[in-house]
């Protein structure tokens, strides 16, 4: 899909959820495993009430406090400082955090200039405005804006209005006959990557780029501007990558780790850096240029809120932009704590959170962090007690996310073999908290969907003091239909019922998570609280926003720490692990259904068999899951194998070629399917072949998938044996 960059694989994880949520949302109208839930044992039932009654809001405060205290971008002196903090605290709780550093290329700003010089001669002003109440915005003199992995570069042109920069807005622009050579294209955020946009606008022949966030998209538009309120104010931008490397990580060590001495590919010869200066800006900056633009009236889509048509120009409004950024190579660092499982020592469970953050990180992502602390800390107490879980643990803090899921992706590349072979799931939490008002949003491989909405029903919504799941599921039902300027929304099918579990988006979103789930088929999750919020990477996502606006009493970091907290103990403590392989294979057999509809004559013959084969997978593992309700007592080493063939399940997805014409994907289950759109789907193998109509790639897709299906039912089925042995 990244082969021609349309896709934003890592600013933060939150434009690709766009695609992969809703494009997964409208296909599947979610099928819902009737073999679960399958009820934890005594034991874990005990533990669960101890983890609860730990949680402690004063310690998510005054972590989330010390992690937000200066600006931490990677590689900086603030992210040192929030490294050695979170190693501290680590330490402090009796545990064994370990450096794992890499060095990678960083970009850095050096300086940038942004002026109007026609009609009338105006400096625009790079800094977001201070807002009196909020400390931390008082040093937004420090930090103008800038384009991370942007080009050094000077360009003056007249301005194109090009609503999202999206290929097909580029399209409308060509249709109408503006002519976008030497121009600067003033571009929205959101619906689709900065990087694509960049690249869009750089092969019309413009000769710079501007990204705003117009009202419409997270502004006064949707309710009131910070500090009154979670969203935007006119004065705020939103920083970001605009690099459009197709794959995340190091871009100069693609595919192998970056340690020190590594082999890299020389920075001349990338292909994802952008030749064109560019920069974020403020909407009331951005106002200053729209308002002054003639040409077409630009198709009513294109509108904002400004309170006037917007106009496509070229022109007559002409900007100067001067930028000046660095590439370096420098050293970052992860922090991995293993805590060693009791029984199973060789079955992981991963926590993973990232430390560095375009500005403060007050939601994105120390709001994550803290609760990651938090965890930790409980952890630690037990530990110190002599409790051990039967699995292990590991908390990671990834390092260098928002340059593009670097930590992340160099640690799986070092640890490929073991990534594949122990870990049992990756419980991604980037954020914890964003938006009370707008409801929790979670991703999940369909194998863990059942799970968490049983882990949920149990917990009280801080507010009302209500069943949790219930508030969850109205606010559901209030934003369904909707989906956010971030891409995250509820749709509900024409003729579907009223559901009644919380909807979870079926397939991981695109952060941290995207090496483990996309590159190696490893399930996981991420959440946050909050659909959508405006304050998304800038200088207001700071501390004073959540601890006096967002959540004062911290009982919503509380909340999402005992989910993610009793997801990650249940998988790593409880005998089975509760991993639902039906709900999976329903998912898989509504896509195979899609797609039955959609042949053509002569791909037909290959079809036959694979629903058939879809269909006795559901069987069986329907008869594992029923056998685990009313598990036998095995010992430990029957235990064992059946978990550890369990959870490598999913792994039948797993490809070593990859996805046609894009072979770091190698999970069949869901990835791009088309290379030129930033489309994720269900079965992507399936859907390359069909979309290209390529006869002999959907011989070959189709017989892969039908020798997966085969190998999920001889799993199901051992499984099944050694329970009915037992
Ligand atoms: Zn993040």
Redesign the pocket.
């Known amino acids: 899909m990244r082969l021609n960059q349309s896709l934003s694989l890592f600013s933060?994880?939150i434009v690709l959820s766009l695609i992969l949520g809703i494009l997964a949302l409208l296909a599947l109208p979610l099928p819902q495993s009737d073999d679960y839930p399958w009820t934890p044992s005594q034991e874990f039932q005990a533990l669960e009430k101890k983890f609860k009654a730990a949680i402690s809001p004063d310690h998510l405060r005054s972590f989330l406090k010390a992690l937000t205290a200066e600006p931490h971008p990677p590689g900086s002196p603030g992210d040192r400082n929030v490294e050695d903090y979170i190693y501290t605290q680590m330490k402090s709780f009796g545990l064994e955090p370990q450096w794992n550093g890499y060095e990678v290329l960083l970009s850095s700003q050096v300086s940038s200039h942004l002026e109007l010089t026609y009609p009338t001669r105006e400096v625009l002003d790079i800094y977001e405005g201070i807002i009196p109440e909020d400390p931390f915005s008082k040093r937004t003199k420090e930090f103008p804006a800038w384009s991370v992995y942007g080009a050094s570069g000077e360009a003056e042109g007249e301005v194109v209005y090009a609503n999202f920069g999206t290929a097909s807005d580029f399209e409308r622009l060509k249709k109408l006959g503006v002519d976008l050579k030497g121009t600067i294209v003033l571009m929205r955020n959101y619906k689709g990557e900065r990087g694509g946009k960049i690249m869009r606008a750089q092969e019309t022949g413009a000769a710079g780029a501007l990204f705003f966030s117009d009202p419409l998209d997270d502004g006064y538009f949707w309710g009131d501007v910070y500090p009154e309120g979670p969203w935007r104010p006119m004065s705020g931008f939103q920083r970001g990558m605009v690099n459009f490397n197709p794959l995340p990580g190091d871009q100069q060590t693609p595919g192998w780790a970056s340690k020190k001495g590594a082999e890299r590919i020389l920075i001349d010869r990338l292909e994802g850096l952008p030749h064109i200066p560019s920069l974020p800006i403020s909407a009331r900056e951005a106002r200053k240029l729209l308002e002054k633009m003639t040409g077409y009236t630009v198709p009513w889509q294109w509108n904002g809120a400004m309170g006037f048509t917007y106009r496509t120009g070229p022109g007559p409004a002409r900007v100067r932009i001067k930028t000046e950024t660095k590439l370096e190579v420098k050293p970052i660092r992860n922090i991995v704590t293993f805590i060693e499982g009791s029984q199973f020592p060789d079955q992981w469970i991963l926590l993973g959170n990232?430390h560095d953050?375009h500005m403060f990180g007050g939601g994105?992502?120390n709001s994550g962090t803290a609760v990651q602390l938090e965890f930790s800390r409980i952890l630690g107490s037990w530990i110190k007690q002599g409790w051990r879980p039967q699995r292990s643990i590991l908390i990671n803090s990834w390092c260098a996310?928002?340059y593009g899921l670097i930590g992340s992706t160099e640690w799986v590349e070092e640890h490929a073999d073991a990534v594949r072979d122990k870990v049992v799931v990756n419980f991604n939490m980037?954020?914890a908290i964003f938006n009370i008002d707008t409801p929790l949003y979670i991703t999940a491989s369909p194998t863990l969907i059942p799970l968490i909405q049983q882990t949920v029903t149990g917990l009280r919504d801080p507010r009302s003091g209500r069943p949790f799941a219930d508030v969850w599921l109205e606010q559901q039902y209030e934003y369904s239909n909707w989906f956010s300027s971030l891409g995250h929304g509820w749709q509900i099918m024409p003729g579907e019922k009223r559901y009644t579990k919380p909807k979870i988006d079926p397939l991981p979103d695109i952060?941290d998570n995207m090496p483990f789930y996309y590159h190696l088929v490893v399930p996981g999750t991420d959440m946050f609280y909050g659909t959508d919020y405006g304050m998304y990477h800038s200088v207001y996502e700071n501390y004073h926003w959540i601890a006096e606006h967002m959540d004062p009493s911290f009982e919503y970091h509380r909340l999402m720490t005992m989910i993610l907290g009793l997801l990650a103990l249940r998988v790593a403590d409880d005998d089975y692990i509760p991993f639902d392989y039906v709900n999976y294979a329903l998912y898989v057999e509504r896509a195979l259904e899609q797609l039955e509809q959609e042949l053509p004559d002569d791909f037909r013959t290959e079809f036959i068999g694979l629903r058939e084969l879809c269909r006795e997978w559901i069987y069986t593992a329907g008869r594992v899951q029923r056998r685990l309700m009313q598990p036998p007592f095995l010992d430990i080493s029957a235990r064992g194998e059946i978990n550890s063939i369990w959870y490598r399940m999913e792994r039948a997805f797993f490809h070593e070629d990859g996805l046609p014409g894009n072979p770091w994907f190698k999970n069949l289950f869901a990835g791009p399917a088309v290379l030129s759109e930033p489309e994720t789907k269900i079965l992507p193998g399936l859907q390359i072949a069909l979309r290209t109509k390529d006869l002999k790639l959907w011989k070959e897709q189709t017989e892969i998938y039908k020798h997966l299906l085969k190998r999920l039912i001889d799993d199901s089925r051992l499984v099944l044996k050694k329970l009915q042995k037992s």
Request: net charge negative; with cysteine.
């Open positions: 933060c994880f990232h953050a994105d992502p996310e928002e980037d954020s952060d």
